[in-house]
């Protein structure tokens, strides 16, 4: 089993900044891809971005292009969510989640996920 867990999250003006972090623990090896979802009150869970697990490569959806940043640290087995220029319609539960093998932008194909963290954005 693998567990995750999130922090970071909270309450920043429209313009503003935060940084979250997802630390694995467990059977995790950095043989696992791992991804930001979030999930705004009636709306589906979404994609937000991912990252390979050997290569490091990184996928983002569209509406966190040029914003968001994703990255992790092997060491710490912790993977992080910079997240500037935020808006109002970021505020949401970010979930961190994990998968073995290649990064996937479906839910559905991860295994692992952590309780998930709240940002919400003021305008």
């Known amino acids: 089993q693998v567990q995750l867990g999130e922090s970071g999250g909270g309450l920043v003006q429209a313009g503003g900044s935060l940084r979250l972090a997802c630390a694995a623990s467990?059977?995790?090896?950095?043989?696992?891809?791992m991804a930001w979802f979030r999930q705004a009150p009636g709306k589906e869970r979404e994609f937000v971005a991912a990252?390979?697990?050997?290569?490091?490569?990184?996928v983002y959806a569209n509406s966190v292009k040029g914003r968001f940043t994703i990255s992790k640290d092997n060491a710490k087995n912790t993977v992080y969510l910079q997240m500037n220029s935020l808006e109002p319609e970021d505020t949401a539960v970010y979930y961190c989640?994990?998968?073995?093998?290649?990064?996937?932008?479906?839910?559905?194909?991860?295994?692992?996920w952590g309780q998930g963290t709240q940002v919400t954005v003021s305008s």
């Open positions: 467990g059977r995790f090896s950095s043989n696992y891809a």
């Open positions: 990252i390979g697990s050997t290569n490091g490569n990184t």
């Open positions: 989640a994990a998968k073995l093998g290649n990064v996937r932008v479906v839910s559905l194909q991860y295994n692992y």
